[in-house]
């Protein structure tokens, strides 16, 4: 293998696949449960099943491999041909893979902390999923037990690290300075517009002809609103072509892209887009603005308990690795060789 992300455990590691994957996402509802409700396994007579990984006393059978795998196979298949279709199987499998035995360490780990959910608890979250209409049989054991573990990480999580997380001021503030365009205000500009629609589809040139002599008009100082009342199609020419306030992102590319360095007076060249022939002039544009700190706070409060959440459980997840028995016995491809 090229890569080993299952760290090398004190000489228990035997072999290790490339790829890692979170188990438990750190912001986690109810509607993502949905991938929870795995496709059913393989009957004996399409796969002879076999361990693929031993997790300390756990082990992990190629059946749960093949079943946590075959929605990524089918997107896979569809999507991609060949040589490429060959790599990417390889590589989502080892990351399948790595993934139960993620999973499968957190549940160790849940069960040695005592961590426990009640059948209560397990049946509301079926009937709220249920009522958010994912397709699941309530009475099916093997989706039962997905969910209870599903809780299970979650609180297990919760314990070791959303509970231990804090964020203190001088924390958000570093993050506003940091990251400052992030809270930038769309620039706003002031427009007027000359716009000139082709007649048909052969009447692009004549439109253009048309546009040059407006733009030579504007180049002997004549107004540009007396020149859109001339020249422009645009419901606003009798206003002299004026477009009011827009903001940054609201124009068609080919116009923003025009306009973007032009000052207050600026007139644009011509313009070609889907709408037809343009020019425009900038009226105005306020400067770029940002929020203010405090309109800001409580959204940069969650980003940084958000980053920090990530990296401890990242670094908890890596400690749980180190300190496990981990042995692989997988070989690429065994999942759909065996299809």
């Not at 093997?142 to 959303?162: E, G, K, P, Y």
């Amino acid at each position: 293998m090229d890569q080993n992300p299952l760290p090398r455990n004190k000489g228990l590691m035997r072999h290790a696949s490339p790829g890692s994957d979170r188990s438990v996402p750190l912001a986690l509802s109810f509607a993502l449960f949905t991938i929870l409700t795995w496709p059913p396994a393989f009957s004996e007579a399409h796969l002879q099943d076999r361990i693929v990984a031993i997790v300390n006393s756990d082990l992990i059978m190629l059946s749960d491999v093949t079943r946590e795998f075959e929605t990524e196979q089918e997107r896979l298949s569809r999507e991609h041909r060949g040589g490429d279709l060959a790599q990417r199987l390889k590589t989502a499998e080892y990351m399948t893979l790595t993934k139960l035995i993620e999973r499968r360490l957190q549940l160790q780990e849940a069960k040695a902390k005592r961590v426990e959910v009640s059948d209560l608890e397990v049946k509301q979250a079926l009937e709220q999923m249920k009522r958010q209409g994912n397709s699941l049989d309530i009475t099916d054991p093997i989706q039962i037990q997905a969910v209870r573990d599903q809780l299970l990480l979650m609180r297990v999580v919760d314990q070791h690290i959303r509970g231990n997380i804090t964020v203190g001021d001088s924390e958000v503030k570093r993050f506003y300075q940091t990251h400052r365009n992030r809270f930038a205000l769309p620039e706003e500009y002031q427009l007027s517009q000359i716009i000139i629609h082709p007649r048909s589809s052969d009447g692009v040139a004549d439109a253009l002809t048309k546009a040059r002599r407006a733009m030579d008009d504007l180049k002997r100082g004549e107004k540009f609103e007396d020149v859109a009342m001339q020249y422009s199609d645009g419901a606003n020419s009798l206003h002299g072509g004026r477009l009011g306030l827009v903001r940054q992102g609201e124009l068609l590319p080919t116009i923003e892209q025009a306009v973007a360095h032009l000052v207050p007076g600026g007139i644009s060249d011509i313009i070609e887009s889907p709408e037809g022939i343009h020019i425009i002039r900038m009226d105005d544009r306020k400067p770029k603005q940002f929020r203010a700190y405090e309109d800001a706070r409580r959204e940069i409060q969650e980003l940084v308990h958000q980053q920090k959440s990530e990296e401890m459980y990242q670094s908890w997840l890596l400690d749980l690795k180190n300190k496990a028995y981990i042995e692989i016995k997988f070989q690429p491809n065994a999942a759909t060789a065996q299809r």
